[in-house]
């Protein structure tokens, strides 16, 4: 897999567990960057970037869900030569939800702990108050809801061009996003950490009970200061929330056994 594709920002050789972020509607590796100083010891940060932005600039965007959720499960496996924790953030709380589900479905090697931030449970299904920014918003108002959320670096804000192409980009994975679809049945047994806002109105009051129900194994929710975003220190610091980075469990060379064999048997390289 390109470097383009799994962002590794601070290679670290001595490893022994790696934590796979998948983006949000709108976002890139970029978004988790300045997480990579703030891992644990023995922790190394990777980001996976989606079709279309950043270093897969020249790529055609996905055209669905399922188009999205392959090409990032691809990178997942990829990037699964050590254990691993899952995590995703608002739209990539369900594409990390969708990838452990099918990885666990076919015998391959599952996360430690999957982590979704800001998202309601999957199994709720797609509903209105998912659906923002919406594909009835103008270019306007993505650029006001880009800049509120400070997804749009100053150089960024200052360049006509690139907002545009900003604005392109949202737009393309909000018509991703709204072609989700729950598998029905799909579940996941590895841990599970569900983190919401306290004053995020996206959340469902009844989402922790509601991933509690696909979550088969060990389930916490931790619910933290501020809204879809939380506040930002809290987003600065947001790996210190996670307690599967936070908390030792020893590696098994046994599992390490299973991703190489998996990945074999699917032709993709380790990395």
């Known amino acids: 897999m390109k470097d383009t594709t799994v962002v590794r920002p601070k290679r670290e050789p001595k490893a022994t ?9 709108g976002g890139g590796a970029g978004s988790y960057m300045k997480w990579a100083d703030a891992m644990p010891p023995g ?3 990777a980001a996976v970037c989606y079709p279309g932005r950043e270093g897969r600039f020249i790529e055609d965007f996905v055209e669905d869900w399922d188009e999205l959720v392959d090409d990032a499960l691809d990178a997942v496996i990829s990037a699964a030569g050590i254990p691993y924790v899952l995590f995703g953030h608002s739209m ?8 452990a589900a099918r990885i666990e479905e076919r015998g391959g090697p599952v996360p430690e702990a999957l982590v979704v931030s800001s998202a309601n449970a999957p199994s709720r299904g797609l509903t209105a108050v998912d659906m923002f920014p919406s594909q009835q918003d103008s270019d306007e108002q993505l650029t006001a809801w880009i800049q509120e959320f400070g997804l749009m670096p100053e150089h960024v804000l200052s360049d006509p061009d690139l907002q ?9 994975d909000i018509r991703v996003r709204d072609s989700f679809r729950y598998r029905d049945g799909s579940a996941v047994s590895t841990s599970v950490q569900v983190l919401t806002g306290d004053s995020d109105e996206v959340i469902d009051p009844e989402s922790k009970e509601l991933w509690r129900k696909v979550a088969k194994g060990e389930f916490r929710h931790t619910e933290l200061p501020g ?13 210190s929330h996670i307690a599967s980075l936070n908390e030792q ?11 190489v064999a998996w990945r074999g048997r699917h032709g993709r390289s380790p990395q």
Do not use: Q
């Open 227 to 239: 809204g879809h975003f939380y506040t930002p220190e809290i987003w600065n610091t947001l790996p």
């Open 249 to 259: 469990i020893p590696s098994s060379p046994a599992r390490r056994d299973v991703a």
């Open 17 to 25: 567990k790696r934590f796979i972020c998948l983006g949000f509607c």
């Open 43 to 45: 922790v190394e940060l």
């Open 92 to 99: 990539g709380g369900w594409v990390a939800f969708d990838i």
């Open 164 to 172: 545009e192409m900003a604005v392109e980009l949202m737009r393309a």
